[in-house]
């Protein structure tokens, strides 16, 4: 017959459970003598704390149920076996049928992964094609997370009908697809009776001069101000739209060289002395070449304008970390603005500056804007007026 637990052992299993430990039990064999009074004082004790284990488990599994009836999305939770083992009423609904009906099935049969189930299963959120009861199937957005249970390790998959936004993006895109076409469209039948105008102005300055007197001069020469501003503000508008429509071609690009060139650009277009030029080396994205030299070009001009006002400029194209990613900038020390109005600056025409100011389009910006979305990039920008601006861009 087995000595049984001595008092020790009893306090310590006490101990422990009073610092959480829901396992921890006095060890009884089964030969114990329990006329011992260690031997009924531990027996009594094990039936205690598995009483309590019981009702914590239950009342966590209440609450646990509670929440999972409470999320907004239709919710599963998947065991072993890839097996359905809880699914809320929204999941139900969503897949049109009984709650019951989906306990014991595999999560493939109502959500097949198109890469096999551990692709599902491997990253946070994707995207599959869920199956109905009736056979109809529907876009579904898919939040996969890991959780930890006393029965071991199970899967929650959070379920969203995306058929609404994916109509909606349909509809925006087909949208912009118009209204781009129709701004090109518009913007190349717009030169030819610029050009008339723009032409037949300057044949009556030239052989009607000594008939105009100075007041009729300057009206001519106001309205040949004014083409030349519509024709830079037409091929802003061309550019703009090439940078949604131009077919992408992927590939490693060396950004060091591509910014390099696009200063070189900003320097032979209005020549100065005085501006500090850093461009980082070995800065390499994949990117498209053709949209990426547009971006440079862009960002480079924008800063070469904003510090044209000062005698010692600086201006610097870099990368870094940021929030776990590689970005770029574009960094100067010119006039800066205003961070209230930062969210205008990519949009088209949005100036923060008169053109008595700074000359231009009020396009290149919305056109950089353009080129990292067709990246699936973001781009953003922090300044302050007087002292600098700082353009971030993201090209995955």
């Not at 109005?341 to 910006?365: C, D, I, M, N």
Request: aromatic share 6%.
């Amino acid at each position: 017959m087995s000595s049984g637990p001595t008092f020790d052992d009893i306090f310590a299993v006490m101990a422990a459970a009073s610092l959480g430990d829901a396992t921890a039990r006095v060890p009884l064999a089964d030969d114990v003598d329990t006329d011992k009074t260690e031997a009924r004082f531990a027996l009594a004790l094990n039936i205690l704390l598995d009483d309590l284990a019981l009702r914590a488990a239950e009342a966590h599994d209440a609450r646990f149920r509670g929440l999972l009836e409470a999320a907004p999305d239709a919710i599963v939770i998947v065991g072993a076996k890839r097996q359905i083992r809880l699914a809320n009423a929204h999941a139900a609904k969503m897949f049109g049928q009984q709650r019951e009906g989906l306990v014991g099935r595999k999560i493939d049969e109502l959500l097949p992964p198109v890469d096999g189930y551990d692709c599902l299963m491997a990253g946070s959120r994707v995207e599959l094609r869920g199956h109905r009861a009736d056979g109809t199937t529907f876009p579904a957005e898919l939040r996969v997370a890991p959780i930890v249970t006393l029965e071991g390790p199970l899967t929650t998959v959070a379920i969203r009908d995306v058929t609404e936004r994916k109509q909606i993006e349909l509809s925006l895109k087909r949208a912009n697809d118009d209204l781009e076409s129709f701004s090109y469209s518009v913007a190349h039948d717009l030169r030819t009776p610029l050009r008339a105008i723009n032409g037949f102005s300057n044949l009556l300055l030239e052989n009607y001069q000594e008939t105009l007197d100075a007041e009729g001069r300057d009206w001519l020469g106001r309205i040949t101000g004014a083409t030349r501003k519509m024709g830079q503000l037409i091929d802003a508008l061309l550019s703009l739209a090439k940078t949604t429509r131009a077919e992408m071609k992927v590939e490693p690009v060396d950004l060091s060289a591509v910014f390099r060139a696009a200063a070189a650009a900003a320097t032979t277009a209005a020549p100065r002395d005085g501006v500090e030029l850093v461009i980082a080396p070995g800065l390499v994205a994949n990117a498209d070449p053709q949209l990426v030299r547009v971006l440079a070009d862009s960002l480079m001009a924008n800063a070469w304008k904003f510090t044209a006002r000062k005698p010692k400029a600086h201006i610097h194209f870099g990368g870094e970390e940021r929030d776990g990613q590689r970005c770029f900038f574009v960094r100067d020390d010119g006039a800066g603005f205003d961070m209230a109005y930062a969210r205008k600056l990519f949009l088209p025409f949005q100036r923060l500056h008169t053109e008595a100011e700074f000359s231009g389009t009020g396009v290149g910006l919305a056109t950089v804007a353009g080129v990292v979305r067709r990246h699936g990039g973001r781009v953003w920008a922090e300044g302050r007026v007087g002292e600098g601006a700082t353009f971030f861009f993201t090209l995955s």
